[in-house]
């Protein structure tokens, strides 16, 4: 299962770190996906990366403030959110898809964390 932490109550333009651990299965063969839902919206794509390592996506809110990257040995992948800002407002999922290509669709994954809150003040 996944594991996300990291989540908090933070101002605007601050920044924040999520990990995300993998138990139970091989990390190195899942493409690593990052949603999100705010209250009364749908779960959105935020970012991905590849099962590889070569390939990442990002949503078009957060490029240039977002990274996403992975440690196969730690078996965790983490979310680099920079210049906070309210909107990004939201529960953060961790998601994993078996030999994914940094998909955007939440469909495609077939694992899923329990999520972690991270709230933006202005």
């Known amino acids: 299962h996944l594991v996300e932490s990291g989540g908090g109550l933070v101002q605007a333009g601050d920044s924040l770190t999520l990990p995300c651990v993998a138990h139970?299965?091989?990390?190195?063969?899942?493409?690593m996906g990052w949603f999100r839902q705010a209250p009364g919206k749908e779960r959105e794509f935020v970012a991905a990366?590849?099962?590889?390592?070569?390939?990442?996506n990002f949503a078009d809110s957060v490029k240039g403030r977002f990274t996403i990257s992975r440690n196969n040995v730690k078996n965790t992948v983490y979310l680099r959110m920079n210049s906070l800002k309210p909107e990004d407002t939201a529960i953060y999922y961790c998601?994993?898809?078996?030999?994914?290509?940094?998909?955007?669709?939440?469909?495609?994954?077939?694992?899923w964390g329990q999520g972690t809150q991270v709230t933006v003040s202005s």
């Open positions: 998601s994993a898809e078996m030999f994914g290509g940094a998909t955007i669709q939440a469909a495609a994954y077939d694992y």
């Open positions: 990366i590849s099962w590889d390592s070569v390939t990442t």
């Open positions: 139970g299965r091989v990390f190195s063969n899942y493409g």
